[in-house]
T-cell receptor, first 112, second 113 residues
């Protein structure tokens, strides 16, 4: 069935380093790929999204890259800060239902 | 602040009981989504309403039901509660009926004892 796999499940970096989270999807017709950040006690917050007609998108320290051939997309966070510590979720829509399928999440810890 | 309001924040109840979770979407958003988040299942889509009508159903149990009212707020009703229903329940809203640019509320933590 349709699936979104996210790796790694946990990631620990030093403040100032870069962090990369990768997701693979199974539905080749998926055309929209959002990333959400969930802080403790809060709901997921959309931080960046990309469409399938674009290979890369940047927003300050955050970027998302998409490889349609390999069916994977990645979140890149540069110059990490302690406030980047959170759980990050990727998602991709099912071409059958149009509903977003979320990855299992990556817990990012940025050590000061 | 996402602009999506969920009440209550916490709910503790017993097995067999029925509860109602409430959601007010962002101003102007017509779609309301309900998700269940548990440690082992991640974020699971339950149901979507668009402008008062049911638009899509996901892994929602028959014991669960929802509705969207004319003022666009939504309620999720959970009945005959079981221990396994304990989870975080999120509401999200978006402007259109397409799953893009979803804004999530802070969730309702349900504990079934």
């Amino acid at each position: 069935g349709e699936n979104v796999e996210q790796h790694p499940s946990t990631l620990s970096v030093q403040e100032g380093d870069s962090a990369v989270i990768k997701c693979t999807y199974s539905d080749s017709a998926s055309n929209y790929f959002p990333w959400y950040k969930q802080e403790l006690g809060k709901g997921p917050q959309l931080i960046i999204d990309i469409r399938s007609n674009v290979g890369e998108k940047k927003d300050q320290r955050i970027a998302v890259t998409l490889n349609k051939t390999a069916k994977h997309f990645s979140l890149h966070i540069t110059e990490t800060q302690p406030e980047d510590s959170a759980v990050y979720f990727c998602a991709a829509p099912s071409s059958n239902t149009g509903k977003l399928i979320f990855g299992q999440g990556t817990t990012l810890q940025v050590k000061p | 602040d996402s602009g999506v309001t969920q009440t209550p924040k916490h709910l503790i109840t017993a097995t067999g009981q029925r509860v109602t979770l409430r959601c007010s979407p962002r101003s102007g958003d017509l779609s309301v989504y309900w998700y269940q988040q548990s440690l082992d299942q991640g974020l699971q889509f339950l149901i979507q309403y668009y402008n008062g009508e049911e638009r899509a159903k996901g892994n929602i149990l028959e014991r669960f039901s929802a509705q969207q009212f004319p003022d666009l707020h939504s309620e999720l009703n959970l009945s005959s509660l079981e221990l396994g229903d304990s989870a975080l329940y999120f509401c999200a809203s978006s402007a259109s009926d397409v799953d893009e640019k979803l804004f999530f509320g802070s969730g309702t933590q349900l504990s079934v004892l």
